[in-house]
């Protein structure tokens, strides 16, 4: 499969390339060139098919031939070593567990899988791939677990000192071996700075291969695809609607379904489920795209200001306004509603959710205001355990730490503390 730059401005490359480099020469994001539907016998045998299977099948398409069938066989084999439940609150809700992975959040998917795909692409390679990435929490541990003991890529997660949770500072500071930790004196938007003029500076680009590991890659965003697929596996059998309720913040998964939609999977709608950052809510009402400086919240994950994916949404839908309009809704929610929720679905449902889960949730319940026999599935993004201290006041229970946590909380945090970008460029330099 070729990739063109949504810029518009930069040759076609090859997925290889495009893995590699992150980012197109012209500062676009890299969408495949064309979509081939997966057959009407797939998604009709999709219960006779395991989840590898039903990943190679969709996935194929946008690696091939680059990476052979085997190797991608094998790559969808590691990277899916967990389970992805769907879960059944009443007849019109489930929520879908994408937190089973290593570090409790859905990223793991995409992490693995682009770490895996990096290191075959590397192997023969000499020249080492250094890994750079800011995280405001859930990125920085997936990033690290999945990278970890890749032959030939360094990683280098920038993070912002005190504040990212407990758990998560440990998940990504206390692996060593191919993973540093630079913790910075600032905050997210100061780390994501830090890494964009890292990735625009010549003196730094042509001593070393830099890559981001965002969703911005093709190789972490595309194979989020696969979760609509396995929770379609589980819910076609209801032959009602199926609507999915996404929490978004870059909109990178999101974006991923409407490419498990493009490709055949019958999908109603999409929901994007926002916090007070409700940039795409608003453009949804108003037609006029206006980023602006993130908002924090209690669900951290989806504070963004500018999400970097909606221009892959607008290529999906052809740019029509009236073509998005029909596959995609919007609604943004306050902290204060989204602890309601938290405590309403433990009421009702006994379930916990953590705070982007239930965003999601109110998202589905705006939906299914006006379409009540639909039925709508909203994504649980993270382990409400990572959000211990905001679960805990909500719900007023304690929760049991589950072993991926309870394993890194007794580790040795290592992390280089830096305040500027001279200091990120020394510390790239010399390692
Ligand atoms: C990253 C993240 C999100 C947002 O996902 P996008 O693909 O950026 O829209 C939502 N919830 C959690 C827990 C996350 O870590």
Not at 116 to 130: A, H, I, M, S
């Amino acid at each position: 499969m070729n990739y063109f730059s949504l810029n518009h401005n930069a040759p076609r490359s090859t997925f290889k390339n495009a893995v590699i480099k992150g980012l197109a020469p012209d500062k676009g994001l890299y969408f495949p060139e064309s979509i081939t539907p997966l057959p009407k016998s797939f998604f009709e045998n999709i219960d006779n098919l395991s989840y590898p299977e039903i990943a190679f099948e969709a996935i194929k398409q946008f690696v091939s031939p680059e990476i052979p069938e085997e190797t991608l066989k094998t790559i969808v084999k590691e990277t899916l070593s967990f389970d992805f439940p769907v879960v059944k609150l009443n007849d019109n809700i489930s929520t879908l567990e994408l937190f089973h992975g290593p570090t409790m959040a859905f990223k793991d998917v995409g992490a693995r899988f682009m770490a895996r795909c990096l290191g075959y692409f590397n192997q023969d390679n000499d020249k080492e791939v250094t890994v750079l990435v800011a995280t405001s929490g859930d990125t920085g541990g997936a990033v690290a677990n999945g990278f970890l003991g890749v032959k030939g890529v360094n990683v280098v997660i920038l993070y912002p000192s005190g504040k990212v949770s407990d758990i998560q500072e440990k998940q990504l500071t206390t692996l060593g071996q191919n993973i540093k930790a630079l913790e910075v004196n600032g905050t997210f938007d100061d780390c994501q700075a830090m890494v964009k003029t890292a990735f625009l500076d010549e003196s730094l680009t042509s001593k070393m291969q830099l890559t981001s590991a965002n969703s911005i890659n093709v190789a972490r965003w595309l194979p989020q695809l696969f979760y609509f697929m396995f929770a379609y596996k589980q819910l076609h059998n209801t032959h009602k609607d199926v609507v999915f309720s996404v929490p978004s913040g870059n909109f990178g998964n999101i974006c991923a379904g409407m490419m498990a939609q493009q490709l055949g999977l019958p999908i109603k709608q999409f929901v994007a489920a926002n916090n007070a950052n409700n940039v795409v809510t608003r453009y949804l009402l108003s037609q006029l795209y206006e980023p602006k400086p993130s908002i924090q919240t209690i669900s951290n994950a989806m504070d963004v200001g500018a999400p970097s994916n909606f221009i892959r949404i607008q290529e999906i839908y052809k740019n029509k306004f009236e073509i998005l309009k029909e596959n995609l809704s919007s609604y943004s929610f306050s902290d204060d509603e989204t602890k309601e929720a938290m405590l309403e679905i433990f009421n009702n449902y006994n379930y916990v959710a953590d705070p982007h889960g239930a965003v999601g949730y109110l998202g589905c319940k705006s939906y299914l205001k006006n379409n009540p026999s639909a039925h709508c599935v909203f994504l649980e993004t993270a382990h409400p355990t990572k959000f211990l201290d905001v679960v805990e006041e909500v719900i007023k229970e304690k929760q049991p730490l589950p072993e991926q946590i309870q394993s890194v909380m007794g580790k040795t945090k290592e992390a280089y503390s830096i305040s500027n970008y001279e200091d990120l460029k020394i510390f790239l330099l010399k390692s």
